[in-house]
């Protein structure tokens, strides 16, 4: 199993976020390589500014993965902007911890250089992704159910 360091920024400023053991499960779920991860949390506002400075998308997103490197190590820091998932998860009926471990997941792939550009390579990344959350004991996030 590869060996994943991890910093997790801004994880006390949302209460109710899973514990670092948890979301550490979850990224190792998704490792391919030794990785140096940071994992930062943040608020819309800062969501909005990092997509607008490095994407030139002015709103927030729920996921950013800044990668650095893909080998030997992955090197990368990967932001979720909370209020947006949050958000996300509520509109369309997901369990929120069951999306939040999907855009890790998503993100930790995107550190490995996984790419949605284009068709195949989109199929590639949701297929990884779909096999990791199943693993996790998490259901298709591409043909999620709805909560009742």
């Keep these: 199993m590869p060996a994943l360091a991890l910093v997790l920024q801004g994880h006390s400023k949302f209460p109710g976020l899973p514990a670092r053991p948890t979301i550490a499960r979850w990224i190792s779920a998704a490792l391919q390589h030794d990785a140096d991860l940071t994992l930062r949390f943040v608020d819309a506002r800062e969501g909005r500014r990092l997509n607008r400075q ?61 790419e949605h550009d284009r068709p195949a390579a989109a199929r590639k990344m949701e297929a990884r992704e779909v096999g990791i959350l199943a693993r996790l004991g998490i259901g298709n996030p591409y043909r999620a159910t709805p909560r009742r």
Aim: proline share 3%; net charge positive.
């Design 54 to 114: 490095f994407r030139a998308r002015d709103y927030a997103t729920d996921v950013l993965t800044f990668a650095y490197a893909h080998a030997p190590t992955v090197t990368a820091d990967i932001v979720i902007c909370v209020p947006v998932v949050r958000r996300a998860a509520h509109e369309r009926g997901l369990i929120l911890r069951d999306h939040l471990a999907h855009l890790i997941v998503h993100g930790t792939l995107h550190a490995h250089g996984y």
